[in-house]
């Protein structure tokens, strides 16, 4: 079965740090560009980020340019793509999904040719 598993997501205080993880079951994600997008309730899915197969081309969404950063490890025992969550707001609270595309573009985002998604993982960020 080929599936994506996100997990890392939990609920914290507003400014605090969380570390998302997106890895793969029945293939590998390295020749993938990989993203990451969030659905909060009432609203519609938005992207976050992206990056390359590489890893040398990152995109971040203007709403979370300077707090968020994405990371890949493409090691065959890791083969896992982080998202980074630093100064973390209420506003960030949502459902985070990642994603395979084909590429990963600036300021385009991730260009995909399948809509397949994983179950998420929930950020809940509140006071």
């Known amino acids: 079965q080929v599936q994506l598993v996100e997990s890392g997501g939990g609920s914290v205080q507003p400014g605090e740090s969380l570390r998302l993880s997106c890895a793969s079951r029945?293939?590998?994600?390295?020749?993938?560009?990989i993203g990451w997008f969030r659905q909060a309730p009432g609203k519609e899915r938005e992207e976050v980020s992206c990056?390359?197969?590489?890893?040398?081309?990152?995109?971040?969404s203007d709403s979370v340019k300077g707090r968020f950063t994405i990371s890949r490890d493409n090691a065959k025992n890791k083969n896992t793509v982080y998202l980074q969550m630093n100064s973390l707001k209420p506003e960030d609270t949502a459902v985070y999904y990642c994603?395979?595309?084909?590429?990963?573009?600036?300021?385009?985002?991730?260009?995909?040719?399948?809509?397949?998604w994983g179950l998420g993982t929930q950020v809940t960020v509140s006071s």
């Open positions: 029945g293939f590998s994600l390295d020749v993938f560009a």
């Open positions: 994603a395979t595309g084909y590429a990963c573009t600036v300021p385009g985002g991730l260009r995909r040719s399948l809509d397949a």
């Open positions: 990056i390359s197969d590489s890893g040398n081309i990152i995109y971040l």
